[in-house]
């Protein structure tokens, strides 16, 4: 899972055991100078001992001359105001906008209204992108200091990486190209406007906001509440009754089932509910056991 939505977790894993990836040392040192000043509630000059400490003791060859500099970098970041380190639990969605994307009448194109082969997956996509614009959302008004600031977003950027992370991400089928397929008939659609170096403008999202602003007697029953943020176009899919994707029995992760017996996303997670049930049947057994023994000794 992207380390974004589990900030908190990620800075404290890194400050009690080292790296997580030497590629990605600056962020991690910023996460830790974080985590010690929001967290553990170092003052700046507490902070600047114990990064030098902690650098210390869990980098290897360390040479306070060579890391000046990207130390006191993230020093200064964990200062600034409204730094912090946050935890998305779960996004909620709500019944008025699973409605509103499963309401779409998406054609191939305007001249004939027929109904695209891609409709069903460009809904999958546009719930994927409004799940990326909340979850922006969460992070960006959790830190903000100003307290009437409303995020409302409403464009996505990215090169092919990012474009190829979201279709997986959309769970779409690899035979799928998200660009040709699907970004270009929510074009015809009027849904998304592509504008230069991989920014799309998500029209759709201007539609919401619409809908939120004009109407007071929305349904906001939550639906569907997302916390697997690596597969989040199954969870359209279950609330759309594909019988295929359940949400495993002993860890609670959603899962795309291989066959119709599969009750579990892994073998690891099968043997753990076995081994549950084993336990639980001995402590049965053995309390069975325990009151037949003492009915035996208090006989005559």
């Given at each position: ?158 090169g092919q990486k ?86 495993c029995k002993e ?16 073998n690891e997670c ?31």
């Amino acid at each position: 899972m992207n380390y974004q939505y589990t900030e908190l977790d990620y800075a404290k894993n890194i400050y009690e055991n080292g790296f997580q990836s030497k590629q990605h040392e600056p962020t991690e040192l910023r996460l830790v100078a974080t985590y010690m000043r929001r967290v553990l509630d170092y003052k700046p000059k507490k902070l600047r001992e114990e990064m030098y400490r902690w650098c210390e003791d869990h980098i290897s060859g360390y040479k306070k001359e060579l890391y000046y500099k990207r130390i006191h970098s993230a020093i200064n970041k964990a200062c600034q105001k409204g730094s912090m380190l946050t935890n998305v639990e779960s996004i909620a969605f709500f019944k008025y906008e699973t409605d509103y994307i499963n309401g779409l009448y998406i054609m191939d194109n305007t001249d004939e209204q027929k109904e695209s082969e891609y409709s069903y997956e460009c809904k999958k996509l546009l719930f994927t992108l409004l799940f990326k614009m909340k979850i922006n959302k969460f992070i960006t008004e959790t830190k903000r200091t100003d307290s009437d600031f409303e995020y409302q977003g409403k464009y996505f950027k990215g090169g092919q990486k990012k474009y190829t992370e979201l279709k997986k991400l959309a769970k779409l089928p690899d035979k799928i190209r998200i660009h040709e397929d699907i970004i270009n008939t929510l074009w015809i659609n009027g849904l998304v406007t592509p504008m230069f170096n991989g920014l799309i403008k998500l029209n759709f999202m201007e539609k919401l906001y619409e809908i939120e602003n004009s109407h007071h007697d929305l349904d906001k029953t939550v639906v569907l509440q997302i916390k697997d943020y690596d597969r989040v176009g199954w969870y359209f899919d279950y609330y759309n009754q594909d019988e295929k994707i359940l949400f495993c029995k002993e860890c609670g992760k959603i899962f795309r089932k291989r066959s119709n017996r599969q009750e579990y996303c892994s073998n690891e997670c099968f043997e753990e509910r076995r081994r549950k049930y084993k336990a639980e049947k001995q402590r049965e057994y053995r309390q069975s056991s325990g009151r037949g023994q003492l009915k035996k000794s208090e006989s005559p």
